[in-house]
């Protein structure tokens, strides 16, 4: 072996391709040394396979977590009879998540959700020692109120068919529309539903959500006290309590609170006759005491503040009552009378280090939700200083007030508060248990009915929260699932939804170690190697290498391989503008890894946008730095702006964990290169592992394989579109007479793939909601199901068996191989052409040729 040579050996080992490891092309071994170039670029490209499967492999060690974390929440979310016999004996509403939903049961669905993440962590109740559950944001588009009565629930007063004007009309006139009351009563009532139904209300009440102890759930009275834009008040079934008080569990809690409050009203009445009062009769004493018609306000000492919930349980034991002909006053204490109360609170429901949001309700509570139409005055602002800041007295005052109001202008604005704020973020006292959480207020979520949004969608996150702990003895996030709860109306003001539902994980925080850091590394300097440094520089030289194919001319006499010869060297040239790795690798390969390194490029690319994203809410208790980080990253939210609150993933690495050195490092880089939410670095896994596959063509045991696909790719091609043309003849048909009554074929998109699954086995789709020989169009449903089966399954699929059984066949004859090779390297090599704008030169070369022939055979004869 010579110098050179040798050389050339030992290049062909590095994962860059070098000239130095090229043959020279007239050498004698090129097939032989091309072979094993091959060979040993495809073993690079497993190891790099190797690495980055450990890497992203690494990053969870908890799937088995996580992956029983989704089954308990979709067992929440889709109960079967055991789960749904559980609640009814609970008194609970159990909505099932189904396709397409009402109004109704989506308010339903969103508050059964919310509550179980408030009081069992979307797990269990005797699993919130170590998981936490809370609702990150809801998102809302386009609420819209209609033309309707929000107080009655019936049309507007101004409509004919509910006024309450007496008279007579004429079929084509109308009284209601003339008369000044109910002209003036529909204005006030559009102009309301307009207030209720707009974005300012919508993001304090449904989005943030209010104290229920001092609005509590479903409570109507209170909720049109407190709130002017509902004044003089929402009907019941635009604010109700959708959890609770509704099976047969619940009337006999019902009825425990009535014999309670029978025996109050009998240790009062004793009181009453031991005084001199007036005594009970004799008759009426031998009554059941749930008989007794009594008022309960006059024994309730005026000194005794009502229950928070009062009004609630007073409506839905008044309703069981009223079933019996029984009458309880408004007061009444029904089941869960207590539940506002701080110590009935379930745990978890205080956050004392979200600090953000106790900005915001103190500022709000003052400035309402939206700082741009005002600010505060004075008197306001001293108000909510003194809330916060013990020692404000008028005598420290006018210091305080000059700091927060530096221009003069009189009117504190929320950029103003928030400068005050964070210099004197330490100084602030707080209530002892801090922020109540979005889980654990009160939503009103059965204001979708009355504003109907285009959108609704809720973020929760369920997080393992003792996952390791920082030098202050603090437990930090490790595990975070994330749950999407969203709906998308059908149609404008229908009121029925669209449901999508997403489960999906983020890596462990802190389960990172220095082999992480070797692993990044390792990939890093792989993928460069095998791709991206080849890719940059055929980036970089496309342009140039694209003029030269469009620009590209040849001699007149040039011959039709010479053409091909010339236009492929051109061709790869712009696919491998070093001309290295072409020289040993077929285009198709060449091709793949270009793409393999735009595919890690965007997935890198994506990591990096969604670090930045705010994303992150903090669990458990919190450091300084990251309360402090926490308020800076959501001052625009703290001033009630319809922003999403959070902070994005490396400030939490920065300021809410303790990960130092290479363990920070480990952290903080696969965050930015290697965290998606969309998992693109697992497809990229995938093309790798297909650009593998060429070691099947090189094994002579294998390459059957490739080369029957190569030789059934045109009758699959043809196949492939003579079977979609099929299915979507299918689907305008099942559309078209089936799309009014069943779900799956409403559209020729939901019909195309409801026959494509149908096609390969899965028939739930197709099936659901019929019923058989009992309702007329599921009976035809399937016998049209019945003549696709015979044509599209049995016919047409064992067609594509057949092609592939023929391919199989011919691959063993190597001469007809190398003969539809050829044909087929021609014919592509013309389509090319015809793209780049050359197909003349390769027709006018034919066209000669022809001639030619044919003149020779003319002579000939």
């Not at 790798?688 to 190569?710: C, K, Q």
Request: proline content about 4%; hydrophobic content about 40%; overall charge negative.
């Amino acid at each position: 072996m010579t110098e050179l040579e040798e050389g050339s050996f030992w290049a062909g080992f590095s994962p860059y391709c070098l000239k130095s490891a090229l043959p020279p092309e007239n050498s004698p071994t090129l097939r032989d040394s091309n072979l094993r170039l091959r060979w040993i670029r495809i073993y690079w490209w497993v190891l790099l396979l190797l690495v980055y499967s450990a890497l992203l492999l690494e990053s969870n060690a908890n799937r088995e977590l996580s992956s029983a974390v989704r089954y308990e929440v979709m067992e929440q979310l889709f109960p079967d009879w055991n789960k749904a016999a559980e609640r009814t004996r609970d008194a609970e509403i159990s909505p099932s998540l189904k396709e397409l939903l009402t109004a109704d049961d989506v308010a339903k669905t969103m508050s059964f959700y919310t509550d179980i993440c408030a009081s069992q962590s979307s797990i269990s109740a005797s699993m919130k020692a170590t998981w936490e559950c809370k609702l990150f944001d809801i998102r809302v588009e386009n609420p819209e109120g209609g033309s309707w009565d929000p107080t009655t629930n019936h049309a507007l007063p101004d409509v004919d068919k509910d006024t309450l004007m007496n008279g007579t009309r004429g079929i084509l006139e109308t009284k209601a529309r003339t008369n000044k009351t109910n002209k003036e009563l529909a204005k006030e009532r559009r102009y309301e539903i307009k207030q209720i139904c707009s974005e300012n209300f919508f993001q304090t009440h449904f989005i943030i959500g209010d104290d229920p102890r001092k609005v509590p759930l479903g409570d109507v009275n209170a909720f049109a006290q407190r709130v002017r834009q509902v004044h003089p008040g929402l009907n019941p079934v635009f604010d109700q309590f959708l959890l609770h008080d509704q099976g047969f569990g619940g009337m006999k809690q019902m009825l425990n609170e009535i014999k309670e409050e029978v025996k109050e009203i009998k240790e009062s009445q004793k009181e009453l006759d031991h005084d001199g009062g007036r005594r009970l009769s004799t008759r009426l004493q031998r009554r059941s005491p749930w008989l007794l018609d009594v008022d309960l306000e006059s024994n309730r000492s005026e000194e005794v503040p009502a229950k928070p919930a009062e009004a609630l349980e007073a409506k839905a034991t008044n309703a069981t009552a009223a079933a019996q002909g029984l009458t309880f006053p408004a007061n009444h204490s029904g089941i869960n009378g207590s539940v506002a109360k701080d110590q009935n609170f379930p745990s978890g429901c205080f956050d004392p280090g979200d600090v953000a949001g106790l900005l915001r309700d103190l500022w709000v509570s003052y400035a309402g939700s939206d700082d741009t139409e005002w600010g505060l005055n004075e008197e306001d602002a001293k108000g909510m200083a003194k809330e916060v800041l013990p020692n404000v007295g008028s005598d420290t005052w006018p210091q305080y007030w000059e700091e927060m109001n530096p221009d003069g202008d009189l009117k504190l604005s929320g950029e103003e508060f928030l400068v005050f704020a964070e210099k004197h973020l330490k100084e602030f006292q707080w209530p002892i248990r801090g922020y109540l959480n979005s889980e654990c207020r009160n939503h009103h979520f059965s204001l979708i009915s009355l504003c109907k949004p285009q959108e609704i969608s809720a973020h929760y996150q369920v997080a393992f929260v003792p996952g390791k702990k920082n030098s202050a003895g603090i437990f930090f996030t490790q595990q975070r699932i994330n749950v999407l709860l969203s709906f998308k109306q059908v149609t404008d003001q229908s009121g029925w939804y669209r449901t999508n539902l997403r489960i999906f994980n983020k890596s462990c925080i802190g389960s990172k170690t220095p082999g992480t850091v070797i692993l990044m590394v390792l990939t890093l300097i792989l993928f460069s190697f095998l791709t991206l440094i080849d890719s940059l520089a055929t980036l970089i030289l496309l342009p140039l290498n694209l003029y030269r194919i469009l620009w590209m001319d040849l001699p007149s006499d040039a011959s039709i391989e010479e053409i091909e010869t010339c236009f492929w060297r051109k061709f790869l040239q712009g696919l491998d503008a070093r001309g290295v790795a072409s020289r040993f690798l077929p285009v198709l390969i060449v091709l793949a890894e270009r793409l393999l390194a735009l595919g890690f490029i965007l997935s890198c690319v994506e990591a990096v946008k969604e670090s930045r994203m705010n994303t992150v809410l903090p669990f458990g208790v919190l450091s300084e730095s990251c309360m402090v980080t926490w308020f800076r990253g959501n001052k625009g939210w703290i001033i009630g702006r319809n922003v999403p609150r959070g902070i994005n993933m490396i400030n939490y690495i920065n300021e809410c964990t303790d990960v130092a050195g290479v363990d920070y490092l480990a952290e903080l880089f696969f965050e930015v290169l290697f965290e998606d939410e969309g998992c693109f670095h697992a497809l990229v896994v995938g093309l790798i592992m297909l650009r593998i596959l060429e070691a099947f063509s090189l094994s002579s045991r294998l390459n059957w394989l490739p080369r029957t696909l190569f030789l059934a790719k045109n009758k699959l091609q043809n196949f492939l579109l003579a079977y979609v043309c099929l299915v979507a003849g299918f689907s305008l048909i099942m559309t078209l007479y089936f799309g009014d009554i069943f779900q799956q074929f409403s559209s020729l998109q939901e019909s195309f793939c409801t026959l494509l699954l149908y096609s390969f086995g899965s028939t739930e789709r197709a099936l659901y909601g019929s019923k058989p020989f009992i309702e007329v169009g599921s009976s035809h449903l399937h016998a049209a199901l019945f003549f696709y089966t015979v044509f599209a399954v049995t016919i047409i699929l064992n067609m594509f068996t057949t092609i592939v059984i023929d391919a199989f066949t011919a691959e063993g004859d190597p001469e007809r191989y190398e003969k539809i090779y050829k044909e087929e390297t021609q014919s592509l090599t013309s389509q090319l052409l015809q793209v780049f704008g050359k197909g003349h030169l390769l027709n006018k070369k034919s066209q000669l040729t022809r001639q030619a022939s044919s003149e020779e055979d003319k002579a000939e004869t």
